[in-house]
């Protein structure tokens, strides 16, 4: 049952240039999806949110893009670099629950490299 | 800056053997979770926490797994009969409340079980 998909394993991508990462969704009841960033040996960290009353939220290098009717989701990371390589995760959630304790649903994550 | 700590970083545990995972989270924090990672698979949720009791569990949470937080600040996971197919990165997190960019997590236990 993976209602979160993140169907490119990996990415390569030259120092400068745009990252896109992607990601799905199944389940029509999320409205509130995050992207966490992690490096080895190290924990999720939360990079980016968005809700679904917007299709666009921006925060420095990184945008996020949602696209409600095709439930798809992307990571922009404009320019590119080296330290921006990690396994990238897309999560998503209810935001009806924002102030309880709904989970996340997470998906596989993609992991991002950046040649110098 | 605040983080969730977790220990030990690494287990090795022999089948069948109980094994407690600890974590001390954010000390004004209100809600607390457990997640694992599968190695090459997805960030699963286990179980969140808050108000002293379990909020919600997903169905890998059985029976031979339980959550404690015994003193105010630390937040354990016991698994009381390991298995191979526990073996995974275990993740606590927690937040204020306000808000999932608010989710932080600690860096997790490595349970390998043999």
């Known amino acids: 049952d993976q209602q979160v998909k993140q169907n490119s394993p990996s990415l390569s991508v030259q120092e400068g240039r745009i990252s896109i990462l992607n990601c799905d969704y199944t389940n029509s009841m999320f409205d509130y999806f995050l992207w966490y960033k992690k490096y080895p040996a190290e924990g999720p960290t939360f990079l980016i949110s968005?809700?679904?009353?917007?299709d666009k939220n921006e925060d420095g290098r990184f945008t996020v893009f949602l696209n409600k009717s095709a439930k798809h989701l992307s990571l922009h990371i404009v320019p590119s670099q080296p330290g921006d390589s990690a396994v990238y995760f897309c999560?998503?959630?209810?935001?009806?629950?924002?102030?309880?304790?709904?989970?996340?649903?997470f998906g596989t994550g993609t992991r991002l490299t950046i040649i110098p | 800056e605040p983080e969730v700590t977790q220990t030990p970083s690494h287990q090795v545990t022999q089948m069948g053997q109980e094994v407690i995972l600890r974590c001390v989270p954010i000390s004004n924090h209100l809600y607390f979770y457990w997640y694992r990672q599968i190695l090459g698979q997805k960030v699963e949720f286990l179980v969140s926490f808050y108000n002293n009791e379990i909020s919600e569990k997903s169905e890998i949470f059985d029976d031979q797994f339980s959550v404690e937080r015994p003193d105010g600040s630390n937040f354990t996971l016991k698994i009381r009969s390991t298995k191979l197919e526990d073996s995974a990165m275990y993740f606590c997190a927690s937040r204020t409340g306000v808000g999932y960019e608010k989710l932080f997590f600690g860096s997790g236990t490595q349970l390998s079980v043999l």
């Open positions: 968005i809700s679904s009353i917007k």
């Open positions: 999560a998503a959630t209810r935001s009806i629950s924002n102030f309880g304790n709904e989970k996340l649903t």
